[in-house]
């Protein structure tokens, strides 16, 4: 178990992380999402022991190894770049941290097999890294960390600078692999579906902030705050300022929407709710209110289309079955289910994040 | 603007090719509309890197001629062919300003400095740059680098093509979003011909009004977003586009219906002349609908994605994805049933008509 | 709750600090004390306290060799960077060329000051050196023993066949880490050759170009060996530079209270100017 306590990280007067605690279970798979400088790096780096926090502390299995060196702790790391040597042959690049570690022939033979095949590594065996495209690069990578039987595995953007596909099938993999050991696996990535993919558990991150830390499909169905919501959304999420009159979300212009039942946190005044493109449609249903918006574009991914919408000064993006070809600038209502909304307090907090399976 | 010929063109990394395998890109022979908006997908070492530097001038071909609006342009240079481009990785004059860095294509082609500014502020507005028009370059984001780098590709208003070269590599995702709804209103506000080239299966289809998809140096289908989806006709593009790809499952063939092990499916259709060829069946996981009637399956495992679930199953020894809405579940005895409207045929990868 | 650093890593230092102490911090305070003491021999010394850095301070031999140097270094940094960055953007950055190129450019380096120094001396030598003959036999009146201002040529021109070669092969480093996307995307933005270098190459050589001004301009304003062994100072004083003055000080008169604070002084020189360099530089970096 990896756990952090209230660790942060100042460096040249700028706060990279800013009171982080976790606890990483054994055997577990975390993922590490926010945008480009959100300190997902930074925090790895802690993690790792390759950077000393300013503060707090960090505790392996309940024993302080704040400060301790990367080479005295079981880590391995896998990066956004292959890194491997390039005059080494695949094998002996996977068989590296095992001839460090002194290990006999026979079990560099038997881990280097297991891990070439958990990979699919066997056909490349002989080759060097050079002689191969950019999956099988990352691949020998991670099969790497895989035989260091390291305690803690960090993979920071290991699929960024892969293929699509390619990507879709590691990820796919990926988890798997993870299963199988017993170590903390930490994966960092920009992309929300990615880690709704790999599933686990997710740390949203903002500004060096850990705004949330839960399995990762929760964390995507109740975001705590406005933040973590916009974090883990892709195409982003939707937002709608409103008031809050009593049992109403009031706005001039707009039918009034009842305020679903329970919300009884929800003080009276401005508030925001938010809803995702896949709740909007172009046709009305029950439980759906009517809302007037402009078409910007819409983009056809096949058997969906994206509309992009403006709503006075908000931009909006519907998803819908099917081909939609809406010319842009065309007025048009589109219709919000309002079973699906999550609702914002004037702080950004969510007052009742819906239920699952409502 | 210009409508772009690609007449038998074929190029070779090698000096003397003589074998099909030899080339990397074989023979590509199409005529691409004026104004139109262009993806050419595929993984990498499809090919499509080769046809875009091609296209700029970057290359010249082995083989065969390229045409902008009927003049043959291939021996040309970049320079001379009247084209923007925008590359993988943002390209920004560091020392000069914003607003700067978008009129040196147009002060170097010695336009009179009243337009060149009218022409600017225009851009700026258009890709929300404004606010940073006077600072230097340098030090800002990568995000807003790569915008510096799309709106010098578009400042000027006569180019023959703006080449995209996989533009959103190095951008956050919130951002693509923007972006990329961004680069397609624009297209429908000044017309362009915009080729544009991705890995990326979401970044072709959104983009584009037709989508060249590429393989192995190869065209294998040049179609609308909904043609790609629905009749992929090849099943690399069935595999390719779509998360999750198109399941395709081994079949025999008996006038209008298809065995799959010991279960027969009803086609729309009888395939044609198909003897001595491996026989598929495509459908996407999208057209499966799970239920207690149809084909029984056993299920290995079920992904929530959010939006919805993917439920990883197995049919008659095969694997097939099935996608399933956010609300529903699983049931207790899972059978499956094809829409029949989302099925295609293929032999020997290719796909074949079904008549009536 | 920080954990203290383990400071057992000092030890491991203390070896490499004494042997600085010896060779450096030792000179050094010997050279402070002589510079505030008057001997004549014998080994008695007398407290002259500030009077050899006034003297020295207001002596024209000083001025005019410090003016020398400042003239030396000027001229030099005018003519290798400019040189330097026009070389190292003609040479292939592609093919067989490149290695042929850099190693070429590499031999002069590797070559000692006094070598070059003593090939120099011969080379431009009337009777008998290849330049210093032909020169003459073309009718160019060219003797850098007699004329100061062949001197100074001769002076310059080593220094620059010597050195030029290090701001290439800095300048290079610089132009081979541009990404072909630049260059491809300047070609479709129909910019010019220069415009190329003045929004390319330039910026992105503006870190190397730094360094490669620092160091050249440390480097000369140091020069000895070279005009030593070539012109020995001469003809008259006319080479003579603040570190040739300073031997002839210290050693062939003898006067080593005046030398001590001489060294002091030149040394404090170099260090302001180098720091004035940095700064700007430095600063002009940032805003750029």
């Not at chain 1, 902030?209 to 892709?234: K, M, W, Y």
Request: hydrophobic share 45%; proline share 5%; aromatic share 8%.
């Amino acid at each position: 178990m990896l756990e952090l306590d209230t660790v942060s990280k100042v460096s040249n007067g700028e706060a990279h992380i800013s009171d982080v605690s976790l606890r990483l279970e054994s055997g577990s798979l975390n993922v590490l999402l926010g945008p480009t400088l959100s300190g997902k790096t930074s925090l790895m780096r802690i993690m790792a022991g390759l950077d000393r926090p300013t503060r707090g502390r960090v505790l392996s299995d309940g024993r302080d190894v704040t400060g301790e060196a990367v080479q005295k702790r079981n880590v391995a790391m896998v990066y956004q770049q292959f890194i491997n040597y390039p005059a080494m042959t695949v094998y002996e690049n996977i068989a590296s941290p095992l001839r460090i570690a002194g290990a006999d022939t026979a079990t560099i033979e038997r881990e280097v097999a297991r891990a070439a095949e958990l990979l699919r590594l066997g056909p490349y065996l002989q080759r060097t890294p050079l002689n191969l495209s950019g999956g099988q690069q990352q691949r020998t990578a991670l099969a790497r960390a895989i035989v260091k039987k390291a305690g803690l595995v960090l993979l920071d953007e290991p699929l960024a600078n892969l293929d699509y596909k390619l990507r879709e099938e590691l990820r796919a993999e990926l988890p798997k692999i993870f299963s199988e050991s017993g170590a903390i696996f930490v994966y960092a990535t920009t992309e929300p579906s990615e880690a709704l993919l790999l599933g686990g558990r997710t740390a949203t991150l903002s500004q060096g902030r850990v705004t949330q830390f839960g399995s990762t499909i929760d964390v995507f169905r109740e975001p705590v705050d406005l933040v973590t919501a916009q974090t883990f959304s892709d195409p982003p999420m939707n937002l709608l300022p409103m008031e809050k009159r009593q049992g109403l979300f009031v706005k001039p212009g707009m039918r009034d929407i009842a305020v679903p039942a329970g919300l009884t946190e929800l003080a009276d005044g401005p508030c925001t709710l938010g809803f995702r493109p896949h709740n909007l449609s172009l046709r009305p249903a029950p439980g759906t209110t009517p809302i007037p918006a402009r078409v910007m574009v819409t983009e056809i991914t096949g058997s969906e289309s994206y509309v992009h919408l403006i709503h006075e000064d908000q931009r909006w993006v519907m998803l819908t079955m099917g081909i939609h070809d809406i010319d842009a600038d065309e007025a048009l209502e589109v219709h919000l289910d309002t079973q699906h909304l999550l609702v914002f307090d004037r702080d950004g907090r969510t007052v009742r994040a819906r239920t699952t399976g409502a | 603007m210009a409508r772009i010929d690609l007449d038998h063109i074929r190029h070779a990394y090698l000096p003397n090719p003589s074998r099909d395998e030899d080339y990397a890109l074989r023979e590509v022979h199409h005529s691409w509309e004026d104004g139109g908006a262009y993806a050419l997908l595929g993984p990498s070492g499809c090919g499509k890197t080769t046809l875009l530097n091609i296209i700029s001038g970057l290359l010249t071909p082995s083989e065969g001629r390229i045409l902008f609006d009927g003049r043959d342009v291939t021996g040309l240079q970049p320079e001379e062919r009247n084209i923007a481009q925008v590359f993988q990785f943002p390209v920004v004059y560091d020392t000069m300003t914003v607003a700067d860095n978008l009129a040196f294509p147009l002060r170097n082609r010695g336009m009179a400095e009243a337009d060149v500014k009218a022409r600017v502020a225009e851009v700026l507005e258009m890709i929300d740059l404004g606010a940073i028009a006077h600072r230097k370059a340098r030090g800002l984001t990568a995000d807003l680098k790569q915008k510096i780098s799309l709106g010098r590709g578009l400042v000027r208003a006569d180019v023959n093509a703006i080449l995209f070269d996989e533009p959103l590599t190095v951008i956050d995702p919130h951002m693509k979003w923007q972006l990329r709804s961004q680069l397609k209103l624009l297209h429908r506000r000044f017309g362009h011909t915009m080729v544009y080239v991705t890995h990326d299966q979401t970044e072709a289809l959104t983009f584009a009004d037709k989508v060249v998809v590429m393989y192995g140096g190869e065209i294998v289908q040049i179609g609308t977003p909904q043609e790609l989806f629905e009749r992929p006709s090849h099943t690399f593009v069935g595999y390719f586009i779509g998360s999750p790809g198109m399941n395709v499952l081994p079949v025999a063939l008996d006038g209008a219906r298809a065995r799959l092990g010991a279960q027969s499916i009803a086609l729309p259709g009888a395939a044609g002349a198909t003897e001595g060829k491996r026989t598929e069946l495509g459908i996407r996981p999208e057209f499966i609908q799970l239920g207690t009637a149809g084909m029984p399956v056993s299920i290995r495992a079920v992904e929530d994605i959010g939006r919805h679930k993917i439920v990883r199953a197995v049919i008659e020894g095969h694997e097939l994805a099935i996608v399933l809405a956010e609300d529903s579940s699983v049931p207790a005895d899972p059978h499956v049933t094809f829409d029949p409207a989302g099925i295609n045929i293929y032999a020997d990868d290719w796909r074949v008509k079904l008549g009536g | 709750m920080d954990k203290s650093w383990n400071n057992k890593a000092w030890f491991m230092v203390l070896p490499m600090l004494l042997l600085v102490a010896f060779s450096a911090v030792i000179p050094l305070m010997t050279v402070v004390n002589y510079s505030v003491q008057d001997t004549f021999g014998n080994n008695q010394f007398f407290w002259a306290g500030t009077a050899w850095f006034s003297d020295v301070l207001s002596s024209s031999r000083f001025h005019d060799a410090l003016l020398r140097n400042l003239a030396f270094s000027g001229i030099i940094l005018l003519i290798e960077v400019p040189l330097g960055i026009f070389i190292a953007l003609n040479m292939p950055r592609r093919g067989i060329g490149v290695p042929f190129c850099l190693v070429f450019m590499s031999l002069p380096l590797l070559i000692p000051w006094n070598v070059v120094g003593t090939i120099w001396q011969v080379f431009g030598r009337v009777d008998i050196g290849l330049l210093g003959y032909t020169l003459n036999g073309l009718g160019v009146d060219y003797n850098y023993v007699n004329d100061p201002f062949d001197a100074w040529v001769t002076v310059l021109v080593m220094d620059v066949w010597h050195w030029t070669s290090l701001v290439v092969l800095l300048c290079y480093a610089g132009l081979v880490s541009i990404p072909d996307a630049y260059y491809q995307a300047a070609k479709i933005d129909g910019a010019s050759r220069f415009s190329v270098f003045r929004y390319i190459q330039l910026p992105k050589m503006n870190r190397v170009l730094l360094i490669a001004v620092l160091l050249r301009f440390m480097d000369s304003f140091m020069i000895y060996t070279e005009p030593f062994v070539v012109t020995g100072g001469g003809p008259g004083n006319a080479t003579t530079f603040l570190s040739i003055d300073l031997v002839k000080t210290a050693i062939g008169q003898f006067d080593l209270g005046p030398a001590a604070a001489m060294s002091l002084i030149y040394f404090l020189i170099i260090l302001l100017l180098s720091w004035v360099f940095y700064t700007v530089m430095i600063t002009n970096d940032a805003k750029g």
